[in-house]
């Protein structure tokens, strides 16, 4: 069955949609990529419902306060993990503490941007604009990039995403946000300052970032929305388990097929099936970006064997941080291909990854790893 807050997600991947995302990721916002129907890839089945737990529904879920009594140990780690942290609200101290006081001059335009804090909240600035725009949230964990929005009321009564040109970096600078360099470096006023979504566009923004988002006509109810990536986002029927812990009756992950779970995962890091075949290749660069629509062209996916099991949980905990040890995926490889893999490498003095997986820099000071294993040129 196709809820209408399913239809709502599903109908931003129109025709129109890769266009715009061409365009933002050669620039570098991250725009939707989800296909107009939910399929299994290649077969034209729709998936079950269970598969896809939408955050966007009438009763917001159990929250992860409902889940410390029995998993203290997974509430707690997961505090630090990127997946606890994909949103801040603009009044979080945290935010005046990245931004406020941090400066900027583009070389080129001569445009100045600096952010301030004033009245408890924290406010972008430029040359460019009279009136400065206030952060209300900040998208990011702050592993790759942070970037504020200002969420304004469009003409059509809706709301909309001001996505800030200004991005805060791992370095403790602020600099371009990705992509916007090349979109905006020579505009003036509004556009010169922050890049504007639609009414859909910045749902699903929201989509991909929270727990849950209320279902609302065009505008935004970002007052009880739950954000960050959390508990009850991944692990469905919920409510029930908490009532009743002792059945154990909530969805395993290891009931689901290796595809089911990685288009799980691919409902906000993209499913292969969000892209045409002409767009699944290895010289579309811009793919690195998107993990799990990657990991499924791979010969270690397709030619599993049922008793070792390759899906993201091969090398990623989702309640934690990624390793960054490359010796720590070595073993993961190791636990497949041993010594009668025609690769003369070995897997205590040669980082598997450094070949097989290498990151690839797809704007200044942001890289990604190219989740399509292979062996390359
Ligand atoms: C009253 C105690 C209790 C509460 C509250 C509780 N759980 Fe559980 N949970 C359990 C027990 C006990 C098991 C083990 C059941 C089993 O293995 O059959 C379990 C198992 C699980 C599993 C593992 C299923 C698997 O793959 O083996 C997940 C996931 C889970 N709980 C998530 C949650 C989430 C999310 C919440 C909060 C929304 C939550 N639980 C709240 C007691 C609880
Ligand atoms: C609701 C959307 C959503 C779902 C579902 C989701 N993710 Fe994510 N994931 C994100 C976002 C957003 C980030 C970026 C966090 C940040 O800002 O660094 C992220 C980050 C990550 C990272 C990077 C962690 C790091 O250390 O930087 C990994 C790995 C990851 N996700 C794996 C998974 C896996 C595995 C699943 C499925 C079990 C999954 N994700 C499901 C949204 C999602
Ligand atoms: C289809 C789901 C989806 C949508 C829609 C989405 N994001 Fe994300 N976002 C992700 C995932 C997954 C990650 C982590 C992997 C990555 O960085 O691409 C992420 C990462 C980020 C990051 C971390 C920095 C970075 O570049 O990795 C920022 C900032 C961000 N998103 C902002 C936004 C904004 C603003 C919008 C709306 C214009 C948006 N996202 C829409 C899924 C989504
Ligand atoms: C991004 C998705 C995601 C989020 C968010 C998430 N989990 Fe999980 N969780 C998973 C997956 C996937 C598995 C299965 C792991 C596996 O198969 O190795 C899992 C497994 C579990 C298990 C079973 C034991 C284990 O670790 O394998 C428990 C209990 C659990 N999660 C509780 C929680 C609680 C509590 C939260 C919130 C604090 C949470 N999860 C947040 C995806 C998630
Ligand atoms: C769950 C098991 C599994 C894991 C884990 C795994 N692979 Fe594979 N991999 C396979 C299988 C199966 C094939 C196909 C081999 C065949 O058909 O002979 C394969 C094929 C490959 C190929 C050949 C690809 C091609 O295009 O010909 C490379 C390279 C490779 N794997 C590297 C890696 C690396 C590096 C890692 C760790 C980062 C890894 N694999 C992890 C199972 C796995
Ligand atoms: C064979 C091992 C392997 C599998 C399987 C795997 N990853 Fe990764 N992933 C990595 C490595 C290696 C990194 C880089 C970690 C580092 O150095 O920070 C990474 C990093 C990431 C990141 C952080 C951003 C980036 O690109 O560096 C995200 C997001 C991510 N993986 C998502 C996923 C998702 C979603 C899946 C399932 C579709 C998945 N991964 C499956 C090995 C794997
Ligand atoms: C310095 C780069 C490099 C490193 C490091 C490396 N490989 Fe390779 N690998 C290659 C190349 C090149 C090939 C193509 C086959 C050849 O000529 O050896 C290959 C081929 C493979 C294949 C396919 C073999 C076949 O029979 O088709 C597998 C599987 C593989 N590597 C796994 C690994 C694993 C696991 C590691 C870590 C222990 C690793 N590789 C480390 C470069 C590398």
């Given at each position: 069955m196709c809820s209408d807050s399913r239809m709502r997600y599903a109908e931003v991947g129109t025709g129109r949609r890769w266009r715009q995302y061409a365009v933002a990721a050669s620039g570098l916002s991250i725009m939707m990529v989800c296909a107009a129907l939910i399929l299994v890839p290649g077969s034209?089945?729709?998936?079950?419902?269970?598969?896809f737990p939408l955050n966007s529904a009438q009763e917001a879920p159990v929250s992860e306060e409902n889940c410390v009594a029995c998993h203290e140990n997974?509430?707690?780690?997961?505090?630090?993990?990127p997946h606890h942290n994909t949103l801040l609200a603009g009044d979080d101290p945290l935010v005046a503490e990245?931004?406020?006081g941090k400066t900027f001059t583009d070389t080129v335009s001569g445009a100045e941007f600096q952010y301030v804090q004033r009245n408890e909240s924290v406010w972008l600035e430029s040359s460019r604009r009279s009136s400065p725009l206030r952060v209300d949230w900040v998208f990011g964990s702050g592993h790759h990039a942070r970037t504020p929005v200002t969420v304004v009321e469009n003409p059509g009564g809706g709301s909309s995403v001001l996505q800030?040109?200004?991005?805060?970096?791992?370095?403790?600078?602020?600099?371009?946000?990705?992509?916007?360099?090349e979109e905006r470096r020579d505009?003036?006023?509004i556009d010169g300052v922050a890049q504007p979504h639609t009414a859909q566009e910045s749902r699903s923004c929201f989509l991909c970032h929270t727990t849950w988002l209320p279902e609302t006509d065009d505008r935004?109810?970002?007052?009880?929305?739950?954000?960050?990536?959390?508990c009850t986002r991944c692990h469905t029927q919920a409510e029930a388990h908490v009532a009743h812990a002792e059945n154990g009756d909530i969805q395993r992950w290891s009931d689901l097929t290796p595809l089911e779970s990685v288009n799980r995962c691919g409902q906000c890091h993209r499913r292969a099936d969000h892209f045409t075949a002409d767009e699944l290749v290895t010289s579309n660069e811009l793919l690195v970006r998107f993990a799990s629509a990657s990991l499924v062209q791979t010969s270690c996916f397709v030619n599993q064997q049922p008793e070792s099991r390759f899906d993201c949980m091969t090398c990623h905990d989702p309640h934690e941080r990624a390793s960054a040890n490359p010796f720590f995926y070595n073993q993961?490889?190791?636990?497949?291909?041993?010594?009668?893999?025609?690769?003369?490498?070995s897997a205590t003095t040669d980082e598997c990854i450094s070949?097989?997986?290498?990151?690839?820099?797809i704007h200044e000071g942001l890289k990604f790893t190219d989740h399509w294993i292979r062996i390359r040129e």
């Open positions: 034209g089945v729709p998936l079950p419902d269970h598969v997974h509430v707690v780690r997961f505090e630090t993990a990245l931004l406020s800030h040109v200004m991005s805060w970096y791992p370095d403790d600078v602020i600099q371009w946000t990705l992509g916007q360099i505009l003036a006023g935004l109810d970002l007052a009880r929305t739950i954000p960050n990536v959390t993961r490889c190791s636990g497949c291909h041993q010594s009668e893999s025609s690769c003369s490498f070949c097989h997986m290498p990151k690839v820099q």
